[in-house]
T-cell receptor
Framework: DAMVIQNPRYQVTQFGKPVTLSCSQT?????MYWYQQKSSQAPKLLFH???????NEADTPDNFQSRRPNTSFCFLDIRSPGLGDAAMYLC???????????FGPGTRLLVL | SQQGEEDPQALSIQEGENATMNCSYK?????LQWYRQNSGRGLVHLIL?????REKHSGRLRVTLDTSKKSSSLLITASRAADTASYFC????????????FGTGTRLTIIP
């Protein structure tokens, strides 16, 4: 089945130690999104790619970076995680943006 | 910034009853979508309603949109225990915007 896959499902890292979260899709969608979601809050968009074009949200900290080496994969890099970065990170895709988004199961990040 | 606010923040009803959730937004939109999120999981798309539509149905779901009041409602009829989840509205502000802005969510609990 076509889907959005996130690995790992749970990630534990140490304060200040770089961490990479990955997302892959078999839907062949043009747009890929990264959201941060903290407990009992709405998902907050960090950035998105439309094909190879990167779009950063104005309030996304520089500590967060992203790479999309090909259509199928997208990575979220957190260069120096702080305690406040502990959250669920959600990857989503959309065929051409603004329409239905298809979410992965999320990666829960814990920072010690 | 968050576009939508949902009301109520939390709702508990008996199984078999109907559940109604409301979403209000601030700016004009191209479409409005509803998503469900089970605890600790990704979001699942439920229904999309466009700005020129007033009502849409999908199974036990009924969504209305009132663009003059900048509000939408989601009705779940004959609720089931499996409907227990958080429900988010999300808006696409302009056609081709590529982004959705999520509301604050309603936590729905169905009591068996």
């Amino acid at each position: 089945d076509a889907m959005v896959i996130q690995n790992p499902r749970y990630q534990v890292t140490q304060f200040g130690k770089p961490v990479t979260l990955s997302c892959s899709q078999t839907l062949n969608h043009n747009v890929m999104y990264w959201y941060q979601q903290k407990s009992s809050q709405a998902p907050k968009l960090l950035f998105h790619y439309y094909d190879k074009d990167f779009n950063n949200e104005a309030d996304t900290p520089d500590n967060f970076q992203s790479r999309r080496p090909n259509t199928s994969f997208c990575f979220l890099d957190i260069r120096s995680p702080g305690l406040g970065d502990a959250a669920m990170y959600l990857c989503a895709t959309s065929p051409y943006g603004g329409e239905t988004q298809y979410f992965g199961p999320g990666t829960r990040l814990l920072v010690l | 910034s968050q576009q939508g606010e949902e009301d109520p923040q939390a709702l508990s009803i008996q199984e078999g009853e109907n559940a109604t959730m409301n979403c209000s937004y601030k700016t004009s939109i191209n479409n409005l979508q509803w998503y469900r999120q089970n605890s600790g999981r990704g979001l699942v798309h439920l229904i999309l309603i466009r700005s020129n539509e007033r009502e849409k149905h999908s199974g036990r779901l009924r969504v209305t949109l009132d663009t003059s009041k900048k509000s939408s409602s989601l009705l779940i009829t004959a609720s089931r225990a499996a409907d227990t989840a958080s429900y988010f509205c999300a808006t696409e502000r302009n056609f081709g915007n590529e982004k959705l802005t999520f509301g604050t969510g309603t936590r729905l609990t169905i009591i068996p």
